[in-house]
């Protein structure tokens, strides 16, 4: 299947991250542009594409009746930016299914995204016309954007007439056990503080049986101190800091992150949020309430282990909307019309 085909060439060309001098000198320009894009965590986003490619592509693929013939259709993708290569899955749900995609990386990932699209298409030849770079939305024939709560309403309107699929804003959050062990717990500080806490999968609120001990988790995740040696980051946390002491609110605070108590799943970035429970009920009802806003889940009574959470699977789909599913559905329908 020529799909599988490229996917396995899109995972040789990432492979050679390391050792390819282009690769490297990318990643720097990508961190001039965008300082939020550390060498580590570009390195990071890589060999976590690299990963799931390896191991999910062709359980994935063979998940969906892919279209034999592929379609003149036009797929449209406005890129989020907040994590490096963040808009990548929706390109390739929508080569998969046959669709000519025009995409829009955002600002911020544009040297990164730019880079490795057309290595791939110059690899692949064939894709060339399938996959084109643009501002000029007109003329599709389906949508998919990522962006604000704010955005979301104007994509709405702009993309009202035809199918599409839109993302807002999510976090995720762990839930904690008294038995948890400081191993899970260090692990747990990958899921908070991979990407400076800047994605959807991105651990912002804690759930914590009643009586635990704070300072286990501090200790926990000394190992990510550095963190506050990066300017933005620090700015982030140092303002939040300040309106916390300003207003007198109650709060934990270790240098380098600050915990404060509150239901809410949203935590902004040098901060995590957090409140106890009693009974894994509470937890299945707080988890149940705010399913809307929660992309993962990591930890006790969940399928993602601590640390885990920035390594989705090709199958792990943002807003747990299966995007392949939703393509060849909207396909199907458009090619019967």
């Not at 390391?18 to 965590?41: C, P, Y």
């Not at 899955?89 to 829009?104: E, P």
Request: net charge negative; proline share 3%; charged share 20%.
């Amino acid at each position: 299947m020529q799909q599988r085909l490229w996917l396995n060439s899109l995972q040789k060309f990432m492979e050679k991250h390391e050792a390819d001098a282009t690769w490297q000198q990318k990643k720097r320009e990508a961190e001039i542009k965008n300082s939020w894009f550390t060498q580590d965590n570009i390195t990071k986003s890589i060999n976590a594409w690299i990963a799931a490619l390896e191991i999910d592509s062709e359980i994935w693929l063979s998940k969906y009746p892919l279209p034999a013939r592929f379609s003149s259709q036009t797929l449209g993708i406005i890129m989020a930016g907040n994590i490096p290569f963040v808009g990548l899955h929706d390109l390739l749900c929508g080569i998969m299914c046959g669709r000519r995609v025009r995409i829009k990386p955002s600002s911020d990932d544009e040297v990164l995204m730019n880079y490795l699209v057309k290595g791939w298409v110059s690899d692949n030849p064939e894709l060339a016309d399938r996959i084109e770079f643009s501002d000029n939305f007109k003329g599709l024939d389906a949508a998919i954007a990522t962006g604000s709560n704010n955005s979301g309403r104007y994509f709405e309107y702009y993309f009202r007439q035809i199918p599409h699929l839109l993302r807002g804003h999510r976090n995720s959050v762990a839930v904690v056990a008294q038995e948890t062990t400081e191993a899970e717990l260090t692990a747990l500080g990958e899921d908070i503080f991979t990407y400076f806490g800047r994605g959807c999968r991105n651990v912002t609120h804690l759930l914590l049986p009643r009586n635990f001990d704070m300072v286990r988790l501090f200790h926990a995740w000394e190992p990510y101190a550095g963190l506050i040696h990066h300017h933005k980051y620090a700015n982030n946390y140092h303002y939040h800091r300040a309106i916390l002491l300003m207003n007198l609110n109650k709060h934990l605070d270790n240098g380098f992150l600050i915990l404060k108590e509150t239901n809410d799943v949203y935590a902004p970035v040098g901060m995590v949020g957090y409140h106890f429970y009693d009974t894994l009920e509470d937890v299945s009802q707080y988890i149940g309430q705010n399913e809307p806003r929660i992309q993962v889940v990591t930890g006790v009574q969940s399928n993602v282990n601590f640390g885990k959470a920035q390594h989705p699977g090709l199958a792990d789909y943002a807003d747990h909307t299966d995007t392949m599913t939703w393509l060849l559905e909207n396909y199907k329908a458009e090619a019967s019309s």
